[in-house]
């Protein structure tokens, strides 16, 4: 079958996927983005939504391989931002006129975590109501594996969107980049408990794990598309060499650029599969090239994540190494990030929540 025939579907089997995401002829690629951005704009406009981040700490106690800020990192100094800071944070997005708020941290699941979560989210969508967020701020929480019972008072609180990337759907890759007592099994209930409880769930992948084939990355686009899920956050594995998958450093560089226009097809792919749902142009891959968000938006991304982070705290939340933007302030990265949108011809969204539509 021809490329063209390909790109006119709406249903994809696994071996279309894999089709595309194998494309290496640089006109193929563009056929590709050209496409996926074409869909993008038909289905939802040249709407690019902010989700304001806060990291708002890097305690952990989890260890996943990967991960600069798993509990086994000793070499990272741990903080937790008061609940003023983060409140005045998420306000001061409202302020600005972005419609969501992203609370991130390390995985907790303490009683004491999980109140202050609780507290914290109530508090910002009590004051963040106004007359331009009649419903308040959009809230979206991404703080790991959690019981149903904690994710159901999360909601009840007025968090509406839950972010909790699958990392990767094949069985070998998770449970080589994970220690034993977490489970792929688990993190797919996990996925489905948040969707009963009615948030619009996301989910994501690492791309460029070592050993990871296109096949694998075929199977994970149709996961997302099998769980139905709202928003989809994935990006290049990018190593961190204070972490077990250091030895790997020589393999992912040499697979550099590879890895880079990967996660750029694997955007692309995903938009023609899952057509209308949100997908991040991420940090990661702009860690990668100067320019990768704004790549990534052009090949069918609409979600960008500014940094709210305090700069003092920021250098301590490193998941992976060379992370960009660690010493701009809100501000800063708010005009920076309106300047990249705009030079692709997209606009930022104004006090608009951009949910997928239904
Ligand atoms: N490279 C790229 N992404 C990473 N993450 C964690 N560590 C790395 C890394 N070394 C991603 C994971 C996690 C998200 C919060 O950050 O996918 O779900």
Redesign the pocket.
């Known amino acids: 079958m021809k490329l063209n025939d390909i790109l006119n579907k709406k249903e994809f089997t696994k071996d279309d996927i894999a089709f595309l995401l194998s494309l290496e002829n640089v006109d193929d690629v563009e056929s590709l983005r050209a496409k996926a951005e074409d869909l993008l704009l038909t289905l939802r406009g040249n709407k690019v939504y902010f989700r304001g981040l806060v990291e708002f700490s890097n305690i952990c106690t989890s260890d996943?391989y990967?991960?600069?800020i798993r509990k086994s990192n000793t070499a990272v100094e741990r903080y937790q931002l008061s609940k003023e800071q983060i409140v005045d944070a998420a306000l001061w997005c409202a302020g600005q006129g972005y419609g969501s708020v992203v609370l991130?941290s390390g995985e907790r699941t303490d009683c004491a975590f999980v109140d202050s979560v609780v507290e914290i989210v109530r508090e910002i969508k009590r004051r963040s109501v106004s007359n331009a967020l009649p419903d308040g701020i959009g809230i979206t929480l991404?703080v790991g594996e959690q019981t149903e019972e904690t994710y159901r008072r999360f909601y009840d609180a007025g968090a509406h969107r839950y972010l909790l990337?699958i990392?990767s759907t094949s069985p070998e890759i998770f449970s080589r980049i994970h220690p034993e007592k977490q489970s792929l099994g688990n993190r797919i209930n996990c996925l489905k408990m948040l969707k009963k409880i009615g948030y619009k769930t996301g989910t994501?992948v690492?791309i460029g794990i070592p050993g990871q084939t296109v096949q694998d990355l075929a199977k994970d686009i149709l996961f997302f598309k099998e769980l139905d899920t709202d928003m989809i956050g994935m990006?290049?594995?990018?190593?961190?060499r204070q972490?077990p998958m250091a030895s790997y450093e020589n393999d992912v560089l040499a697979r550099y650029d590879d890895i880079f226009r990967m996660s750029l097809k694997m955007i692309a792919v995903t938009r023609l599969v899952l057509r209308n749902v949100n997908i991040a142009a991420t940090t990661?891959l702009q860690s990668m090239k100067p320019d990768g968000r704004e790549q990534g938006l052009t090949f069918g991304a609409n979600v960008i994540m500014p940094q709210l982070t305090p700069t003092d705290v920021r250098k301590n939340y490193l998941?992976?190494e060379k992370k960009t933007c660690l010493d701009e302030n809100a501000e800063q990265c708010r005009s920076c990030l309106t300047g990249r949108i705009g030079s692709v011809g997209r606009v930022v969204a104004v006090n608009e929540w951009g949910d997928r539509p239904l």
């Not at 990006?235 to 961190?240: D, L």
């Open positions: 996943c990967y991960c600069g991130q991404c990337r990392e994501g690492m990006g290049p594995y990018i190593v961190h972490t990661a998941l992976y």
